[in-house]
């Protein structure tokens, strides 16, 4: 298995802009998490979804972040409009079972946002 | 509030010598521990885990753990570190079955030759 894939590596864009982060987990996991990165902040969970279905959004900054899942095999985090603040690595894991949350995730490389 | 505590944020070895990442939690019940690693540029990769049992836990890479329930403290430890060890580490809890991954600020190690 190819693990869990994230696109782009790397994106820079001005502030206002739309900016979408994608994700692809491991063929047969059926949690995702997504996760920001800073260094005031560590690794924040910012939401999850079971079977498609978000469970948890209460990491989400504002209004200006959502997330989709439109089927088991991806899944996209939006921001729009960007803000400098945003800048982070943005990490996306999944793992095979909600109901069990000790079941080891796995992070796909990250996605390192600029926004200028 | 509970939180997960990894106190040193940098630490430098020598290559060979032994290694010890400190992690406290202040939960009141026993959680599940984990301790991750994140190499540059990577993402975060599973080390070991702690559910109950020995509290002394075999990883991946020659590392271990020791779960010390009186210390509330899951320290990560290696004998001999090598240069490929050079990376930052996470220590994390999950506080019941239903709640999700909660993480330490990560402590960076280096290894020096």
């Known amino acids: 298995d190819a693990g869990v894939i994230q696109s782009p590596r790397h994106e820079v864009t001005e502030m206002g802009q739309e900016v979408t982060l994608r994700c692809k987990p491991i063929?047969?996991?059926?949690?995702l998490f997504w996760y920001r990165q800073t260094m005031m902040r560590g690794l924040e969970l910012l939401i999850y979804f079971n079977n498609n279905v978000p469970i948890d959004d209460s990491g989400m900054p504002e209004d200006r972040f959502s997330a989709k899942m439109p089927n088991a095999s991806f899944s996209t985090l939006k921001i729009q409009p960007s803000e400098p603040r945003d800048s982070a690595v943005y990490f996306c894991?999944?793992?095979?079972?909600?109901?069990?949350?000790?079941?080891?995730?796995?992070f796909g490389p990250g996605t390192r946002l600029t926004v200028l | 509030a509970q939180s997960v505590t990894q106190p040193d944020i940098h630490i430098t070895v020598s290559e060979g010598a032994s290694l010890e990442l400190r992690c406290n939690y202040s939960?009141?019940?026993?959680?599940?521990l984990f301790w991750y690693v994140q190499s540059p540029g990577q993402g975060l990769q599973l080390l070991l885990k702690?559910?109950?049992?020995?509290?002394l836990v075999q990883g991946i890479k020659g590392f271990e753990a020791e779960f010390k329930r009186s210390q509330s403290s899951f320290n990560l430890r290696k004998p001999s570190v090598h240069w490929s060890d050079a990376a930052e580490y996470f220590c994390?809890?999950?506080?019941?079955?239903?709640?999700?991954?909660?993480f330490g600020k990560g402590t960076r190690l280096s290894v020096i030759a």
């Open positions: 702690y559910f109950s049992g020995d509290t």
């Open positions: 063929s047969g996991h059926n949690s």
């Open positions: 994390a809890v999950v506080v019941k079955r239903n709640t999700p991954l909660v």
């Open positions: 894991a999944s793992s095979t079972r909600l109901a069990l949350l000790t079941d080891t995730q796995y």
């Open positions: 939960y009141g019940a026993t959680p599940y």
